[in-house]
């Protein structure tokens, strides 16, 4: 059953100087239990270090309060209710996975929720052999996996989905979901973004080291554009038409209108019957993620950002 939500991580004015670059800027936001939170920007942008200063893995200015406790880089009991896997994970290579996790486990249950997570993860075939044959993929998962132990109330991810196929990232995904339905809060930077357009529902948008947005998946899409191609009797004519009502034309060959919302299709389908050109076919598209967060960044990353947000 989903809990209330509640802030399980609030960050307060956080900066980061890497000499004297300045790299993080008064970031300051909150994740909620039960909820889970992307982190976008291009590459370079903060979200690794955003990551690593909750985590005292960097020292940085600024506040920190996980599950209503304090943590700063000196002191920081409460990240043990946090799981996290940071960049690349730390592989053994003469230890199994079994190992592995063993050596992360605590508690009275370790075993069984060994058990648990190879399983949600599908890593049975190979978690007792040695971790030198893993491939790029099967290290990914037991990183990600280590992140899931000890019953965290709050995980933390960068670049999840690294190496993994297609079975596998669904997999994730759905232990992740289950675990949100779970309570557990989570923090998720991706450059997939039509992998984090499935999963989060809260956003934060950084460039530069600033936050440029902080929205929901909802009403970030919500403001997108939306495009309506149809194919008509006589296209020439349609376009003028549609031009002359007003309509906002954005294809070169094919009659394709810029909308604001879905109603448009009905009255761009009257316009064009009214002027006896019969419609013979409509498709309609909606921008994606990766078109809003485009739109959003510095255009000098959005060279660098088509490729990888
Ligand atoms: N140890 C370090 N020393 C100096 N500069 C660093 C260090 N770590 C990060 N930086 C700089 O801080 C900035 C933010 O880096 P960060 O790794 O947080 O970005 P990112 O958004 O995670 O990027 P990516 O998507 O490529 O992983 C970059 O300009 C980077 O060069």
Do not use: W
């Not at 043990?80 to 994970?89: C, H, K, N, R, S």
């Not at 965290?152 to 989905?161: A, S, T, Y």
């Not at 994730?172 to 499935?198: N, P, T, W, Y």
Request: aromatic share 4%; with cysteine; glycine share 8%.
């Amino acid at each position: 059953m989903k809990r209330m939500a509640e802030a399980v991580l609030t960050v307060k004015n956080l900066n980061k100087s890497f000499g004297r670059k300045q790299v993080l800027h008064k970031i300051s936001f909150s994740c909620q239990s039960g909820r889970i939170v992307g982190l976008v920007g291009a590459n370079g942008a903060g979200k690794t270090t955003i990551m690593k200063a909750v985590l005292s893995l960097t020292s940085s200015t600024g506040e920190v309060t996980i599950d209503g406790q304090k943590s700063t880089f000196d002191h920081h009991p409460v990240l043990d209710e946090v799981g996290a896997l940071i960049e690349y994970p730390s592989i053994y290579p003469f230890m199994t996975g079994r190992d592995h996790l063993k050596l992360f486990a605590i508690g009275r249950n370790k075993a069984s929720e060994i058990d648990d997570v190879i399983t949600a993860l599908n890593m049975g075939n190979y978690i007792d052999t040695k971790a030198r044959s893993y491939s790029l993929g099967m290290k990914q998962k037991l990183g990600v996996a280590m992140a899931f132990l000890n019953n965290p109330k709050f995980v933390i991810l960068d670049e999840p989905m690294n190496g993994l196929d297609p079975q596998a990232t669904k997999e994730l995904r759905d232990l992740i979901i289950a675990k949100r339905d779970e309570g557990v809060g989570f923090l998720i930077s991706s450059h997939i973004l039509s992998e984090l357009q499935k999963l989060a529902e809260d956003l934060i948008i950084i460039d530069h080291g600033k936050i440029v947005q902080e929205t929901t998946m909802d009403a970030l899409l919500k403001s997108n554009n939306h495009f309506v191609t149809v194919t008509t009797t006589d296209d020439v004519k349609a376009k003028q038409v549609l031009a002359d009502a007003g309509y906002k034309l954005v294809g070169d060959e094919e009659v394709k209108i810029q909308t604001s919302s879905d109603d448009d299709v009905a009255n761009i389908l009257k316009t064009l019957n009214d002027n006896q050109l019969p419609v013979t076919d409509v498709q309609h598209e909606d921008e994606d993620l990766e078109g809003s967060v485009l739109k959003l960044l510095d255009p000098e990353d959005q060279e660098q950002g088509e490729k990888s947000c």
